[in-house]
Protein backbone atom coordinates (compact mmCIF):
# COMPACT_ATOMS: atom_id res chain seq x y z
CA UNK A 1 0.00 0.00 0.00
CA UNK A 2 1.10 3.38 -0.74
CA UNK A 3 1.88 5.79 2.73
CA UNK A 4 3.22 8.94 3.13
CA UNK A 5 4.73 10.42 6.36
CA UNK A 6 5.36 13.78 7.80
CA UNK A 7 6.69 13.45 11.11
CA UNK A 8 6.37 16.74 11.90
CA UNK A 9 3.05 18.45 13.00
CA UNK A 10 4.56 22.25 12.82
CA UNK A 11 8.30 22.97 12.41
CA UNK A 12 8.92 26.42 13.84
CA UNK A 13 11.89 28.91 12.31
CA UNK A 14 13.21 32.11 12.39
CA UNK A 15 13.27 34.09 9.24
CA UNK A 16 16.53 33.49 7.09
CA UNK A 17 17.04 30.11 8.94
CA UNK A 18 17.01 26.98 6.46
CA UNK A 19 14.03 25.11 6.50
CA UNK A 20 13.49 21.11 5.89
CA UNK A 21 10.17 19.59 5.94
CA UNK A 22 10.43 16.42 5.67
CA UNK A 23 8.39 13.48 4.18
CA UNK A 24 9.58 9.47 3.65
CA UNK A 25 7.05 7.35 1.30
CA UNK A 26 6.22 3.46 1.15
CA UNK A 27 5.85 2.30 -2.35
CA UNK A 28 7.24 -0.41 -4.37
CA UNK A 29 7.34 0.65 -7.98
CA UNK A 30 8.09 4.26 -9.15
CA UNK A 31 6.39 6.76 -8.03
CA UNK A 32 5.40 10.59 -8.80
CA UNK A 33 5.91 12.43 -5.65
CA UNK A 34 4.66 16.44 -5.00
CA UNK A 35 4.63 19.39 -2.51
CA UNK A 36 1.00 21.18 -1.82
CA UNK A 37 0.53 23.99 0.05
CA UNK A 38 -2.37 26.14 1.40
CA UNK A 39 -1.72 29.09 2.90
CA UNK A 40 -4.31 30.68 5.48
CA UNK A 41 -7.85 31.05 3.73
CA UNK A 42 -6.71 30.02 0.47
CA UNK A 43 -6.98 26.83 -1.11
CA UNK A 44 -4.51 23.84 -1.35
CA UNK A 45 -1.99 23.96 -4.49
CA UNK A 46 0.81 22.17 -6.03
CA UNK A 47 3.80 23.52 -4.82
CA UNK A 48 6.10 21.19 -6.63
CA UNK A 49 6.48 18.17 -8.44
CA UNK A 50 9.72 15.69 -8.79
CA UNK A 51 9.98 15.05 -12.26
CA UNK A 52 9.79 19.02 -12.85
CA UNK A 53 12.71 19.09 -11.02
CA UNK A 54 11.98 22.45 -10.89
CA UNK A 55 12.98 25.27 -7.61
CA UNK A 56 9.64 27.28 -6.98
CA UNK A 57 9.47 30.10 -4.56
CA UNK A 58 13.17 29.03 -3.02
CA UNK A 59 11.57 25.65 -2.20
CA UNK A 60 13.77 22.71 -4.06
CA UNK A 61 12.81 18.53 -3.31
CA UNK A 62 15.06 15.99 -4.15
CA UNK A 63 14.17 12.39 -4.08
CA UNK A 64 16.27 10.22 -2.87
CA UNK A 65 14.69 6.70 -3.74
CA UNK A 66 17.64 4.69 -1.48
CA UNK A 67 15.93 6.56 1.68
CA UNK A 68 12.44 6.97 0.51
CA UNK A 69 12.63 10.56 1.23
CA UNK A 70 11.65 13.48 -0.62
CA UNK A 71 12.46 15.98 1.81
CA UNK A 72 11.26 19.81 0.69
CA UNK A 73 14.02 22.36 1.43
CA UNK A 74 14.78 26.18 1.35
CA UNK A 75 17.42 27.73 2.35
CA UNK A 76 16.53 31.15 3.60
CA UNK A 77 12.80 30.87 5.02
CA UNK A 78 10.36 34.07 4.43
CA UNK A 79 7.45 34.92 6.42
CA UNK A 80 5.41 34.39 3.51
CA UNK A 81 5.97 30.90 3.54
CA UNK A 82 4.37 29.80 6.60
CA UNK A 83 1.61 27.65 5.60
CA UNK A 84 0.40 24.02 5.82
CA UNK A 85 2.59 22.06 3.81
CA UNK A 86 1.57 18.33 2.82
CA UNK A 87 3.57 15.50 0.73
CA UNK A 88 1.57 13.50 -1.47
CA UNK A 89 2.33 10.69 -4.24
CA UNK A 90 0.57 9.06 -6.54
CA UNK A 91 1.39 6.11 -8.69
CA UNK A 92 0.75 6.63 -12.59
CA UNK A 93 -3.29 6.43 -12.90
CA UNK A 94 -4.22 6.14 -9.32
CA UNK A 95 -5.05 7.99 -6.15
CA UNK A 96 -3.38 11.04 -4.71
CA UNK A 97 -2.44 10.33 -1.21
CA UNK A 98 -1.46 12.70 1.17
CA UNK A 99 0.69 12.41 4.56
CA UNK A 100 -0.75 14.25 7.42
CA UNK A 101 0.70 18.05 6.85
CA UNK A 102 3.27 20.44 8.86
CA UNK A 103 2.66 23.38 9.45
CA UNK A 104 5.46 25.37 9.18
CA UNK A 105 5.62 28.77 11.22
CA UNK A 106 8.63 31.26 10.30
CA UNK A 107 8.81 33.67 13.01
CA UNK A 108 10.08 37.29 12.55
CA UNK B 1 -14.70 30.03 -13.23
CA UNK B 2 -12.46 27.87 -14.74
CA UNK B 3 -11.31 26.29 -11.14
CA UNK B 4 -13.08 23.60 -9.15
CA UNK B 5 -16.20 24.69 -7.19
CA UNK B 6 -17.59 22.99 -3.93
CA UNK B 7 -21.31 23.88 -2.86
CA UNK B 8 -22.56 24.55 -0.17
CA UNK B 9 -19.31 26.52 1.13
CA UNK B 10 -20.71 26.05 4.83
CA UNK B 11 -23.31 23.48 5.84
CA UNK B 12 -24.36 23.21 9.68
CA UNK B 13 -27.23 20.03 10.11
CA UNK B 14 -28.63 17.97 12.96
CA UNK B 15 -26.91 14.97 13.81
CA UNK B 16 -29.00 11.96 12.25
CA UNK B 17 -29.88 14.14 9.62
CA UNK B 18 -28.25 13.00 5.96
CA UNK B 19 -26.52 15.78 3.78
CA UNK B 20 -25.26 16.09 -0.27
CA UNK B 21 -21.87 17.72 -1.07
CA UNK B 22 -22.02 18.71 -4.43
CA UNK B 23 -18.41 19.53 -6.73
CA UNK B 24 -18.02 20.63 -10.41
CA UNK B 25 -14.78 19.45 -11.44
CA UNK B 26 -12.76 21.72 -14.12
CA UNK B 27 -14.13 20.84 -17.51
CA UNK B 28 -12.07 17.97 -19.44
CA UNK B 29 -10.67 16.37 -16.44
CA UNK B 30 -11.04 12.88 -16.27
CA UNK B 31 -10.18 12.05 -12.34
CA UNK B 32 -12.02 13.34 -9.44
CA UNK B 33 -11.10 13.06 -5.95
CA UNK B 34 -12.56 13.75 -2.41
CA UNK B 35 -10.85 14.39 0.54
CA UNK B 36 -11.32 15.48 4.62
CA UNK B 37 -9.88 17.42 6.20
CA UNK B 38 -9.81 17.45 9.77
CA UNK B 39 -7.45 19.11 12.46
CA UNK B 40 -5.22 17.44 13.60
CA UNK B 41 -6.16 14.30 11.33
CA UNK B 42 -4.52 15.77 7.77
CA UNK B 43 -5.81 15.27 4.60
CA UNK B 44 -8.06 11.69 4.24
CA UNK B 45 -8.66 10.48 1.26
CA UNK B 46 -11.83 9.26 0.89
CA UNK B 47 -12.98 8.23 -2.62
CA UNK B 48 -11.42 8.64 -5.92
CA UNK B 49 -13.20 8.56 -10.14
CA UNK B 50 -11.07 7.94 -12.99
CA UNK B 51 -12.84 8.12 -16.41
CA UNK B 52 -15.15 5.30 -16.64
CA UNK B 53 -13.33 2.95 -14.25
CA UNK B 54 -14.85 1.76 -10.83
CA UNK B 55 -14.44 4.12 -8.18
CA UNK B 56 -11.62 3.38 -5.34
CA UNK B 57 -13.81 3.51 -2.48
CA UNK B 58 -11.19 2.58 -0.07
CA UNK B 59 -11.04 5.59 1.89
CA UNK B 60 -14.56 5.72 2.85
CA UNK B 61 -14.94 5.35 6.46
CA UNK B 62 -18.47 3.92 7.23
CA UNK B 63 -21.22 2.57 4.64
CA UNK B 64 -23.16 6.07 5.44
CA UNK B 65 -20.32 7.28 2.81
CA UNK B 66 -20.73 7.17 -0.46
CA UNK B 67 -20.19 9.32 -3.38
CA UNK B 68 -21.06 9.03 -7.15
CA UNK B 69 -20.16 11.53 -10.48
CA UNK B 70 -22.77 11.78 -13.45
CA UNK B 71 -21.75 12.17 -16.80
CA UNK B 72 -17.93 12.08 -15.59
CA UNK B 73 -18.62 15.46 -14.41
CA UNK B 74 -20.58 16.58 -11.65
CA UNK B 75 -19.79 14.66 -8.25
CA UNK B 76 -21.98 14.64 -5.03
CA UNK B 77 -20.73 13.23 -1.53
CA UNK B 78 -23.54 12.10 0.62
CA UNK B 79 -23.07 11.31 4.01
CA UNK B 80 -26.56 9.77 5.82
CA UNK B 81 -27.22 9.89 9.91
CA UNK B 82 -24.58 12.07 10.02
CA UNK B 83 -22.79 11.88 13.58
CA UNK B 84 -20.68 14.87 15.23
CA UNK B 85 -17.40 13.39 14.03
CA UNK B 86 -18.09 13.74 10.39
CA UNK B 87 -17.64 17.56 11.13
CA UNK B 88 -14.71 18.47 9.10
CA UNK B 89 -13.91 20.21 5.87
CA UNK B 90 -14.49 18.51 2.62
CA UNK B 91 -12.49 19.03 -0.67
CA UNK B 92 -12.81 17.69 -3.65
CA UNK B 93 -10.16 17.83 -6.36
CA UNK B 94 -9.94 17.26 -10.54
CA UNK B 95 -7.28 16.73 -12.61
CA UNK B 96 -6.26 15.34 -16.04
CA UNK B 97 -5.74 12.11 -14.64
CA UNK B 98 -2.83 9.84 -14.20
CA UNK B 99 0.82 10.29 -15.60
CA UNK B 100 2.66 13.01 -16.13
CA UNK B 101 -0.20 15.42 -15.97
CA UNK B 102 -1.47 15.20 -12.72
CA UNK B 103 -1.36 18.34 -10.94
CA UNK B 104 -4.88 18.05 -8.50
CA UNK B 105 -6.99 21.69 -9.03
CA UNK B 106 -9.14 21.68 -5.27
CA UNK B 107 -11.98 23.52 -4.45
CA UNK B 108 -12.61 26.24 -1.90
CA UNK B 109 -14.22 23.35 0.48
CA UNK B 110 -17.08 22.59 2.19
CA UNK B 111 -17.22 22.83 6.06
CA UNK B 112 -19.43 21.01 7.57
CA UNK B 113 -20.68 20.94 11.11
CA UNK B 114 -22.94 18.70 12.95
CA UNK B 115 -24.46 19.58 15.75
Known amino acids: AQRVTQPEKLLSVFKGAPVELKCNYS??????LFWYVQYSRQRLQLLLRHISRESIKGFTADLNKGETSFHLKKPFAQEEDSAMYYCALQEYGNKLVFGAGTILRVKS | GAGVSQSPSNKVTEKGKDVELRCDPI?????LYWYRQSLGQGLEFLIY????????KSGLPSDRFSAERTGGSVSTLTIQRTQQEDSAVYLC?????????????FGQGTRLTVV
Open chain 2, 93 to 105: ASSLGGGLRTEAF
Open chain 1, 27 to 32: YSGSPE
Open chain 2, 49 to 56: FQGNSAPD
Open chain 2, 27 to 31: SGHTA
